[in-house]
T-cell receptor, first 112, second 112 residues
Framework: SQTIHQWPATLVQPVGSPLSLECTVEGTSNPNLYWYRQAAGRGLQLLFY??????ISSEVPQNLSASRPQDRQFILSSKKLLLSDSGFYLC???????????FGQGTRLTVV | GNSVTQMEGPVTLSEEAFLTINCTYT??????LFWYVQYPGEGLQLLLK?????DKGSNKGFEATYRKETTSFHLEKGSVQVSDSAVYFCAQLSGGYNKLIFGAGTRLAVHP
């Protein structure tokens, strides 16, 4: 069966520090991968998606970047965090021919 | 652009009460529609979906009907349980690659 791992679960980082969140998927190959964020009081917003290794599409301009160095690995990064980067980050995957997205348990990031 | 609007919470109900969480969407065409649920401490999981107008999605006693006339996909359950306490997200597929647009989420609290 397929599983998705996302870590860490919670993170407190100072303004200006770097960020790296990692997500890995098991039990499937060539998935679509996604990073979503939920800021306080707002809905989940798609940040990045990837349809293959090295292929990254950004949905919104921001202080973050994403990379997909391996087929089932998706990384969210920042060189210098801003207070506005605080939020709940969710990684997800889907098969290319399906409709359903499968989500990780999320990372709650607080920038102080 | 495409969007999803759902009623603000929290919604507080007594056990066995009737639940309605309203969701409306704006889109060009007729996108697939979803309800996702997030139980405390867990990631999002698909609750139900509908892929075309007049479809009814159902799962675990929850139902939602795709109404193109009113561009709505309201979530209903006839008798809620304490274990239904969670955050519910309405979403639509948008723009290919299984990208999702989410509503802000509605927190449901059911007390005995």
């Amino acid at each position: 069966s397929q599983t998705i791992h996302q870590w860490p679960a919670t993170l407190v980082q100072p303004v200006g520090s770097p960020l790296s969140l990692e997500c890995t998927v098991e039990g499937t190959s060539n998935p679509n991968l996604y990073w979503y964020r939920q800021a306080a009081g707002r809905g989940l917003q798609l940040l990045f998606y990837s349809v293959g290794i090295g292929q990254i599409s950004s949905e919104v301009p921001q202080n973050l970047s994403a990379s997909r160095p391996q087929d089932r690995q998706f990384i969210l990064s920042s060189k210098k965090l801003l207070l506005s980067d605080s939020g709940f980050y969710l990684c997800a995957w889907s098969v290319k021919s399906g409709l359903e997205a499968f989500f990780g348990q999320g990372t709650r990031l607080t920038v102080v | 652009g495409n969007s999803v609007t759902q009623m603000e919470g929290p919604v507080t109900l007594s056990e066995e009460a009737f639940l309605t969480i309203n969701c409306t969407y704006t889109a060009t065409g007729y996108p697939s529609l979803f309800w996702y649920v997030q139980y405390p401490g867990e990631g999002l999981q698909l609750l139900l979906k509908a892929t075309k107008a007049d479809d009814k999605g159902s799962n675990k006693g929850f139902e939602a009907t795709y109404r193109k006339e009113t561009t709505s996909f309201h979530l209903e359950k006839g008798s809620v349980q304490v274990s239904d306490s969670a955050v519910y997200f309405c979403a639509q597929l948008s723009g290919g690659y299984n990208k999702l647009i989410f509503g802000a989420g509605t927190r449901l609290a059911v007390h005995p």
